[in-house]
């Protein structure tokens, strides 16, 4: 059950009625489609004809249907006990499915068990990473290896480098591909990305983060990285004691609200340094090795931008505050207090090296690196779980990308992305019975993804009135974390 989503009265055999298929894979539409739905699956996509007999019509015409959308990076699960609200957006924002990039031992029990949190409409959990690697449990290389070695028998999809140096995430790296896990997340500021590339990291968060994948595109990429290599790593312990994995996980807490808040006159300088000294031929052979190793790319703009921009109205007074819980917002209210005592220069360091995310994400996009989209949502400041995924679709607009390759990037790139491509992101017989019913045309604007006149999840079936019935819910109770 769901404190904010009420059970679907429209479930079953279900037929979305003449309505225009947009295929992500090709780009194509087709009008004059009715999709049948019987449970969770879709049963046929064919030519508009006479009603079925004891089927729920959904009136289509005028209307797109898309797969319904993923979020390959949040947090949702950072607080299995009440995932609820952070649950109840994404499915009125459309999205069916995440990944979880923050693990631990009790989550992947749970899974094993069955016992996730599963209230009316929840997204699936797609992917899950174990315990973060830290200085706590992967100080040297011979830890790092002994925390791959762990997660993969524990059962988790990938393991995520947090806070490394180049030494233990290489460890770990070479580890995990021995092993057959993926390994992806942050790269440590020692390490050149090319090195990573090479290496068989499977994706990149954030741009980075930093200037570490920045410094491989500057003119003075020597001068760059050695302003990077004073960034030191955050104070977590290296020795396990009692309560030392909570402990831990409560500073990654704190920090990941806004990491920005603690960037030193040193790393604005790098910032700065790598913009300023940015070379298009490197970072268009920056993107052709990650092509050619299939390094994926998770750009998460809106985090970027809430970091960056960290005391902006634009956040700090977005209406969509309404639906977070109230300690959620006393703790993002606090940091971007303690982001607007930054030294300008720092802050001004900071806002500048917004364009050059742009510049790199469309350079990427344009020599065809592989990228997905994701958010960051759930901890941290002003990204509003759901609602965000549309905030990362405009900002990837904004860097130049259109609305095929932004639809793609949540639908049909995921399920290549997790190893699971034609298993779903397409609207075809066999797939699974999640998608989005849109007013217009994802084609012709990428805009057109948020104007949702329903959602398909699980054959179960919510209008446009039924969704902003749980908006008002969660306004009613502000749950969200």
């Given amino acids: 059950m769901s404190r904010y989503v009420d059970p679907s009265t429209v479930t079953g055999h279900v037929v979305l009625r003449d309505v225009t298929v947009v295929d992500p894979q090709d780009g194509s539409r087709t009008p004059g489609q009715d999709v049948r739905v019987e449970g969770d699956r879709i049963t046929s996509v064919s030519a508009t004809g006479a009603p079925a007999d004891g089927a729920h019509l959904v009136e289509g015409r005028g209307r797109f249907v898309v797969p319904a959308y993923q979020d390959m ?123 990573a590339a090479r290496g068989g990291v499977w994706s990149i968060e954030h741009l980075g983060p930093g200037v570490t994948v920045f410094a491989a595109a500057s ?77 994926w790319q998770c750009p998460t703009l809106i985090r970027v931008h809430t970091q960056q921009f960290g005391d902006a109205p634009a956040h700090t007074q977005d209406p969509r505050r309404r639906y977070m819980a109230p300690a959620e917002l006393r703790a ?82 995921v399920a290549r992305f997790l190893g699971e491509e034609g298993r779903f992101g397409r609207v075809a017989t066999g797939m699974p019975a999640d998608l989005v019913l849109l007013e217009e045309d994802p084609l012709a604007d990428h805009t057109a993804l948020r104007r949702i006149a329903g959602v398909l999840r699980g054959g179960a079936w919510w209008d446009r009135a039924g969704l902003d019935a749980v908006l008002e819910r969660v306004a009613g109770r502000p749950g969200a974390h």
């Fill in 332 to 413: 993002w209210d606090k940091s971007a207090r303690k982001f607007a005592k930054l030294p300008e220069a720092t802050r001004a360091a900071l806002r500048g090296h917004w364009d050059a995310q742009l510049r790199m994400t469309k350079t990427f996009a344009d020599a065809g690196v592989p990228m997905v989209a994701g958010t960051d949502a759930c901890g941290a400041a002003g990204i509003i779980p759901g609602f965000a995924l549309h905030d990362e679709f405009d900002h990837l607009a904004e860097a130049g990308l259109d609305p095929l390759t932004i639809l793609r990037m949540t639908t049909t790139e």
């Fill in 73 to 195: 990076h949040t947090h949702a699960l950072n607080t299995p006990e009440d995932v609820d609200g952070a649950y109840a957006l994404m499915l009125a924002n459309g999205i069916a499915g995440f990944r979880q990039m923050s693990g631990d031992r009790a989550l992947l029990k749970s899974r094993r068990a069955g016992t996730l949190p599963s209230p009316t409409g929840a997204p699936d959990l797609k992917a899950t990473s174990g315990d973060l690697l830290t200085p706590l449990n992967a100080s040297t290389a011979e830890a790092a290896v002994r925390a791959v070695r762990e997660q993969h028998r524990d059962g988790a999809d990938f393991v995520k480098a947090g806070a490394t140096t180049r030494v233990t995430f290489l460890a770990a790296l070479e580890e995990a591909n021995r092993l057959g896990i993926r390994l992806g997340g942050h790269l440590p500021p020692d390490l050149d990305p090319r090195e």
């Fill in 219 to 295: 003119s003075q990429e020597a001068e760059v990285r050695a302003k990077q290599a004073a960034r030191k790593l955050p104070p977590i312990p290296k020795v396990r004691f009692p309560g030392a994995d909570k402990l831990v996980m409560k500073l990654v807490k704190q920090m990941a609200v806004n990491p920005a808040t603690s960037t030193s006159e040193v790393e604005a300088c790098a910032y700065e340094l790598a913009d300023g000294s940015y070379d298009q031929a490197k970072a268009e052979e920056l993107a052709a090795l990650f092509v050619a190793h299939s390094t």
